[in-house]
Nanobody
Framework: QVQLVESGGGLVQAGDSLRLSCVFSERTFNYYYMGWFRQAPGKERESVGAIAQNGIQTSYADSVKGRFTISRDNALNTVYLQMNSLKPEDTAVYYC???????????????????WGQGTQVTVSS
């Protein structure tokens, strides 16, 4: 059974940077596209972005474009979310997710992901 474990969350100030990591438990990591999502209190879970299996294709939500970068290291079974110029509105629980069923890029919905991590809290103070 695939397991995803996120780490790297914390409390930072506006303008700071943070890097989240997500480790995939199986050797089949390179078959999966990976996504990052976030959920703020009282809000729906939303997509932050995604990265394809080849590590080249990426996609980002407009709200984070130019500030966040997703990368992956297939040798380490790990996907990263580099977050720069953080804002208080970036405060949320961040989740990584893995999928392989969607033939569309980027995967259009949360239902295109099969496995989810437990989440890591990111809090940005003003």
């Amino acid at each position: 059974q695939v397991q995803l474990v996120e780490s790297g969350g914390g409390l930072v100030q506006a303008g700071d940077s943070l890097r989240l990591s997500c480790v995939f438990s199986e050797r089949t990591f390179n078959y999966y596209y990976m996504g990052w999502f976030r959920q703020a209190p009282g809000k729906e879970r939303e997509s932050v972005g995604a990265i394809a299996q080849n590590g080249i294709q990426t996609s980002y939500a407009d709200s984070v474009k130019g500030r966040f970068t997703i990368s992956r290291d297939n040798a380490l079974n790990t996907v990263y979310l580099q977050m720069n110029s953080l804002k208080p509105e970036d405060t949320a629980v961040y989740y990584c997710a893995a999928g392989l069923r969607s033939s569309r890029w980027p995967p259009p919905t949360r239902n295109d992901y099969d496995y989810w991590g437990q989440g890591t809290q990111v809090t940005v103070s003003s």
